[in-house]
């Protein structure tokens, strides 16, 4: 495969600029978008297309940004992993570029999570890995530029009681990517990567015993580790559907520093809506590994805690516009006079909400433009602070007409919505589902 180091340079060149407080003004210009191109090309990158193409929705679920900054790895709706190669004259072409994949990999089963190996290089074809946990199989490590190689390595998480493989929800590399960590039911794994085939070397049980009616009896967290996000400190913070929030040491090896509940009270005096929310969907660290950032589903705000004193919430940033059982991920940018949180909201907007650390209560936005006619999934800001991806995907809503909290509704994947319809016959799909979706990747220039 051809490489970009022109691109790279461009783009560290860019760097300076980038990483300086931007003003926003004008909006960022659209570079690279997917569009009809790449529906009408279904991905003729791979003979394995073709389970994808009996899917029915190719809606982005997510997107991340390789750590060399060169690629886009997708996860979408129709099950399928798509790695999406930057043209090396992203920035100097004076036309949009039309985005299309340069590989695919379908999965057999819905995906319920992703990580990209922390070395990854587009010089060093071996080391373009991505980790992926496809339902009630084990996790896959792939080839990002080459699926059709078959899978790198397998990983089994079974359970002790019932020998049913456990799929996790969460997935997130250490640091020197030979381990990576998963979170499932009141879970956290440890995983080898050198191990192939082999189940965890270690357990983590985040309460002590499930047939505790209470919280495992008073002590940890009880519930399905929804997210994983490990600090420039090494301190790894879990979030759960169940709306808590773990923090544990050694990158998730270490003990367990302290457990808070985001559906507990503000002491910040503000509007009642900072308590809102439907399980923790994303949990990001400042920079600084100070502060931490928690996006939750059915919630209009991101809670900012500081965990220097025990988790205590500073404020919220409001206007999100995320009161959706769908994923919309945030991210965090790092500036020259601090960071930035940069997040998408059902109305197609990104926001930008400066230094968010530095007073409490509650933060509008500072900036926003319109990206997509759909709900925004994923806001990435590119390494070099020069770009920014955005994602869409319009979803499926449904309204729980019995008024019973339903884990169906924490996971937007097909299969979760069937088991709730037929678990929950009260439960039924909102009519906007019927309005066809045009769901982009695209690129932008800042």
């Not at 990999?105 to 010089?123: G, I, K, R």
Request: charged fraction near 20%.
């Amino acid at each position: 495969m051809r490489t970009d180091p022109s691109l790279r340079r461009h783009l560290r060149n860019e760097d300076q600029l980038g990483m300086e407080q931007p003003s926003y003004s004008p909006a960022p210009k659209c570079i690279a978008a997917t569009g009809e191109a790449h529906d009408s090309e279904r991905d003729a990158c791979s003979a394995a297309e073709a389970i994808a193409s009996r899917k029915t929705s190719t809606d982005y679920r997510s997107a991340q940004w390789s750590p060399d900054g060169t690629c886009l790895i997708t996860s979408s709706a129709d099950d399928t992993l798509r790695t999406f190669a930057l043209p090396h004259d992203l920035l100097t072409s004076r036309e949009p570029h039309i985005l299309r994949p340069y590989a695919a990999s379908p999965s057999p089963e819905p995906v319920c999570s992703t990580a990209v190996y922390p070395y990854y290089d587009l010089q060093n074809v071996s080391s373009t890995l991505v980790l992926s946990s496809p339902r009630n199989l084990p996790i896959r490590l792939q080839n990002a530029l080459l699926p059709q190689a078959g899978l790198t390595a397998s990983y089994s998480l079974i359970s002790p009681t019932t020998e049913a493989y456990i799929t996790p929800h969460s997935l997130a590399f250490i640091s020197s990517g030979t381990h990576f960590v998963t979170g499932s039911d009141s879970l956290l794994a440890v995983f080898d990567v050198s191990r192939n085939g082999q189940g965890p070397i270690e357990r983590y049980p985040t309460i002590p015993s499930k047939r505790k009616k209470a919280v495992g009896g008073g002590v940890g967290m009880k519930g399905i580790l929804s997210c994983l996000s490990i600090s420039s400190e090494g301190t790894l913070a879990a979030g759960t559907f169940s709306r808590w929030i773990g923090l544990y040491d050694s990158e998730g090896r270490g003990s367990c520093n302290a457990v808070f509940s985001v559906a507990e009270p503000s002491e910040v005096p503000g509007n009642a809506e900072n308590a809102g929310g439907a399980g923790v969907s994303q949990v990001l660290w400042s920079p600084c590994g100070k502060y931490l950032y928690v996006a939750e589903r059915k919630s209009d705000v991101v809670l900012v805690y500081d965990i220097r004193v025990g988790g205590k919430r500073l404020g919220w940033l409001k206007g999100r516009k995320a009161t959706t059982h769908q994923r919309l991920g945030i991210d965090v940018v790092q500036t020259a006079r601090g960071h930035e949180i940069w997040g998408g909201g059902t109305d197609g907007m990104v926001r930008v909400w400066s230094n968010p650390n530095e007073r409490e209560g509650e933060q509008e936005a500072a900036f926003e433009w319109q990206a997509h006619e759909d709900p925004v999934t994923s806001t990435l800001v590119h390494p070099s602070g020069s770009v920014v991806a955005t994602t869409s995907g319009k979803g499926r809503e449904f309204v729980d007409l019995d008024g019973q909290e339903a884990g169906g509704l924490q996971d937007l994947s097909p299969e979760t919505h069937e088991s709730h319809q037929s678990s929950s016959p009260l439960s039924v799909p909102l009519l906007r589902d019927a309005v066809p979706v045009h769901p982009t990747l695209k690129v932008w220039a800042l």
